[in-house]
Every structure is written in C-alpha cells, then in structure tokens.
C-alpha cells in the first residue's frame, strides 16, 4: 500500500498554486511572528505591510498557519486579524505540529515549521525576522531551536536579521557550520544580531550583488545538499536600536526570564514580551523595520532564482 502524500494535509491559495505551478516567485511568511512575537494591534499591520513590500517587489506572498487542523498556505486578511487577535493560537513546530493540528485549534507555525510546510508547497525562500538559536545557558537547559534542525534538514532559504542576542549567538553561528547549514550575508560580512548590524560572528560568505546570492543559494541546492540556507541581511542603520537601550533590554528580558523560570516553548516568546517592555515598545518599531527590510530582500531573491539562477 503506497503511503499517501504529506501534500494531502496542504491548502493552497489560488494564487499562490497558480504562482508555484507557473514557477512564478513566491515568498511564505510564517505565522508565530505574529500570534508570539509582536503585540495586538501591531502584529496584524505587521503581517499585512509584508504581504504588501513582497508584493511590491514583484512576488506572490503566502503567509503559513494552521486553521482547521490544515496546513494553509495562503490566509485571506480576515484569517490573519483573526489569528492575531486570538489568545489560543499555539505556536507549532515540528515536534508538535501534528498535535497541535489534530487538536482543532489555531496555530501558528515557527521558523522550523514554516520551512517545513513552503517545501511541501514548493516555496522555496521564506522571509521571517530573526531565526532561533542556541539558548544562553544551554548546558544547563539544552535549550537549542528547533529552528536549527530545521535549517538542517529542509531545502528552503531563510532571510532573516540574524538572531536576537537574547540567545548565545557565537554558539548559533558555530552550530550553523556544525550542521552545514550555509549563512550568506547580504552586504555584510558579518552575522547580525537582530537590533543591531553587527554581532562580531562571521558569515560563510558575502554577497553584494543579487544574482551572484541567487547563484550560490541554486548551487547549493544543485550538489544535492539538502539543506536550508541563512541570507543574514542586517536592519538598517537608521533603525537600529540604540546601543544603550538595546544592552539595557537584553540585560533586563535575562533577568526577568531567570526569575520567572521560564522553560520550553515559552521561553522566546517570553523574552520577546520582556523585551518590548524594557525597551518602551522601541524594540516593536526596529523589529517591524528589520522584517519589511527582509521581505523586501526574499521577493527580490525569489525573482532572481526565477531568471535562470537556479
Ligand atoms: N525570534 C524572534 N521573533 C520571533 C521568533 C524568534 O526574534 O517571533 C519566533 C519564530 O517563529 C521562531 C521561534 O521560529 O520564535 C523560535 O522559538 P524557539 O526559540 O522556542 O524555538
Ligand atoms: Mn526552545
């Protein structure tokens, strides 16, 4: 008896199917970004500038969820307010992502979960703001993203801005080389750190010009390396956070998660609460600035791997 397809669970907007089937570009969004990662009312205007800067930049979005124990590829702006008004949606995974369909409630779908579902789709390059990592303190709590065994395993290219320095960031970039997962950076040489340019970790490579990025992202994936991709692309100068309050938040989101003893899943969304509040919603405009710079860069990858670079 064969096996039925993973596709069998997909729900795929029409346009975006048309888009895939035509080998048009398309760029998912995932979902946890919003029902996790910024507050109410932000988080639907989030969602809904990165549908729009995607658009304007010459591909088709897909914001990624689960509603109704299916995984949608594509909601309609009513599915999107409703999951960033709701108070049960769980962020999902791999791990607990068929439990959390079957279960019948909302959810929504984290870096690793979001790879996951764009490659049964067949997206392949994903804009989120920042990936997770190796947690501060993991020795204690081996506490590692599943968003890196993702990377590991699912040939999709994230855009990110690096990753929060609320994680262990030079223990992110060497379990990245461990896992052979390539960070290319876009116009930098070094790994951001989410709120700030620069991080003092190197990325595998630099790319200054958008066809030779595309190149290398095709390459990788035609040796048959069946991994994701980091494109490190930093905020924009202009809106960084500045270093006074970006120390203090970081500083103050640590403490508050050792206190409130914090574990699993709960952890990043916690510190990303502790951080809006430390940095009087600071932390809120550079994050909203950082991820429409990042959909900006995937539409703009996608169109490339489209004109023959793959
Ligand atoms: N980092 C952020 N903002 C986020 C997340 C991470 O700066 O919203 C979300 C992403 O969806 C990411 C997830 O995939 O948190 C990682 O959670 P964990 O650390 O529990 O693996
Ligand atoms: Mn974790």
Request: hydrophobic fraction near 45%; aromatic fraction near 4%; charged fraction near 20%.
């Amino acid at each position: 008896m064969s096996k039925p397809s993973p596709r069998f669970h997909l729900d795929i907007g029409p346009e975006i199917s048309s888009a895939i089937s035509r080998n048009l570009p398309v760029v998912a969004l995932e979902s946890t970004v919003i029902t996790h990662g910024l507050p109410w009312p932000e988080n639907v205007e989030v969602a809904r500038l990165l549908e729009k800067t995607i658009r304007d930049n010459g591909a088709v979005p897909a914001t990624l969820a689960i509603l109704d124990g299916r995984l949608r590829v594509g909601l309609s702006d009513g599915e999107i307010e409703t999951l960033a008004k709701s108070d049960d949606a769980q962020k999902l995974n791999l791990g607990n992502l068929a439990a959390g369909m079957v279960s019948g409630r909302p959810g929504s779908t984290t870096v690793g979960a979001t790879m996951y579902i764009a490659h049964l789709a067949g997206i392949s390059v994903f804009a989120t703001g920042g990936i997770g990592g190796v947690h501060r303190g993991v020795a204690d709590t081996m506490d590692i993203s599943n968003d890196l065994v993702a990377l590991s395993r699912i040939p999709v290219a994230v855009v990110s801005a690096g990753a929060k320095a609320i994680l262990d960031l030079p223990k992110t970039v060497e379990f990245l080389e461990t896992l052979g997962v390539p960070t290319y950076g876009w116009q930098t040489d070094e790994f951001p750190a989410f709120y700030r340019r620069k991080s003092g970790q190197r990325v595998d490579a630099r790319f200054d010009d958008m066809d030779a990025l595309a190149k290398a992202v095709s390459t990788h994936w035609s040796l048959g390396l069946e991994s994701g991709i980091v494109v490190a692309n930093p905020i924009p100068e202009q809106h960084e956070l500045a270093e006074h309050v970006y120390t203090n938040a970081i500083a103050a989101a640590l403490s508050g998660a050792e206190e409130a003893d914090v574990t699993g899943r709960a952890v990043t969304p916690f510190l990303l609460d502790a951080l809006r509040k430390a940095s009087e919603g600071q932390s809120v405009f550079s994050n909203t600035r950082l991820l429409e710079n990042n959909a900006a860069l995937a539409a703009r990858l996608a169109v490339a791997l489209g004109k023959g670079n793959r």
